[in-house]
């Protein structure tokens, strides 16, 4: 071996470990705003569902469908808008330390049958600035409301997160990889932002007592039901404006218990006296698919832009055993629904 060849050989074996190594790195996609930073989004979420098949049996007898009228013919459409500022303060390891988020503007519209329905009062978090601050000890967001007319109640149901970071790998990757989101944390893509109630969030509370309930009784069984609920995640690279693309896909279902609500509801109701004895339940069975893709500003460290669609199949059974004023009846009841939602969100 001349002295050349063995230079040449040495230089290769030294550099064989760096090339390989170079080789294995991958992207990073990780949540890293400049702090001060401030970005508008826009989310608009669109929905339609259908009447697919109701069954009313009433003491034993099964209602005829004339009775049911147009019911199977009417689609429910609805389509929300949210449009905020939000402006990274501070973040470190990932999250958000300090996000304060502007709410510029809410609206929903709605179409029953065709018809457009009354469109929802101006929220009355148009306008407020809501900040959430990391608290370490606790480990969760304190939210308060910096300025505007927003209820406080209404804080409660916000996140933090609408970068979806959730969706993120935790280490690099290259194209072609795959990694799973689970749980509670996936179907947060599903609330972007959270639960954003506005005027209208005590309803529930107020008007039927049922807020509590909601808390104590649904989302326990939520929580239980979407525990194997899974986002199957893949960094499909970049697009042509250099923005990493996860692309995703989930496909689920859940059943849900809301006999002890409906119960409860019953005791809350003013029955002018009359004693009622009632035996109730009501069980939802929901199933899901749907794929859609995250796009990311590995530069920038946040979202570039989200969308998603999404099918769903409700199968909602209820059944009564009543007896009131002497009179004993029992009624059974099946209504199917089918339907779809699409979410997009952009990124200025």
């Not at 500022?85 to 330390?97: H, Q």
Request: net charge negative.
């Amino acid at each position: 071996m001349t002295i050349k060849t063995r230079h040449l050989f040495t230089t290769a074996l030294v550099a064989a470990p760096l090339l390989l190594a170079l080789d294995l790195r991958g992207d990073a996609l990780a949540f890293h705003p400049e702090a001060g930073s401030s970005v508008d989004k826009q989310l608009v979420i669109a929905g339609a569902m259908y009447i697919d098949d109701v069954i009313l049996n009433v003491d034993g007898e099964e209602m005829p469908a004339e009775m049911l009228g147009d019911m199977t013919d009417m689609a429910l459409e609805l389509e929300l808008t949210e449009e905020v500022t939000d402006e990274y303060v501070k973040s470190a390891d990932g999250k958000a330390l300090v996000l304060m988020r502007t709410f510029n503007d809410l609206a929903m519209s709605m179409t029953a049958g065709g018809e457009s329905q009354e469109p929802m009062e101006e929220s009355d978090m148009v306008g407020s600035k809501i900040k959430f601050t990391w608290n370490e000890d606790e480990d969760k967001y304190d939210v308060t409301l910096e300025e505007g007319d927003a209820d406080e109640e209404s804080l409660e149901g916000l996140d933090v997160d609408m970068d979806f970071t959730y969706l993120l790998p935790d280490d690099e990757v290259k194209e072609g990889a795959t990694w799973e989101v689970t749980g509670m944390e996936a179907m947060r893509m599903f609330l972007p932002g959270g639960v954003n109630v506005g005027s209208g969030g005590d309803v529930m509370d107020e008007d039927m007592g049922l807020g509590d309930m909601f808390e104590d009784v649904v989302m326990p069984q939520l929580e239980d039901a979407v525990e194997d609920f899974t986002v199957d995640c893949t960094y499909n690279g970049t697009d042509e404006d250099g923005a990493a693309q996860i692309g995703f896909e989930f496909e689920g279902e859940m059943s849900i218990d809301f006999s002890e609500m409906v119960m409860a509801a019953l005791e809350e109701q003013d029955m002018g006296g009359m004693e009622v004895d009632a035996d109730i339940t009501m069980t939802l069975d929901i199933e899901m698919e749907g794929k859609g893709t995250l796009s990311w500003d590995a530069e920038a460290g946040r979202a570039a832009g989200f969308e998603m669609a999404a099918d769903m199949m409700l199968l909602m059974d209820a059944a009564a055993d009543i007896e009131a004023a002497g009179e004993a009846h029992t009624a059974e009841g099946t209504l199917e629904l089918s339907g779809e939602l699409e979410y997009e969100m952009t990124i200025d």
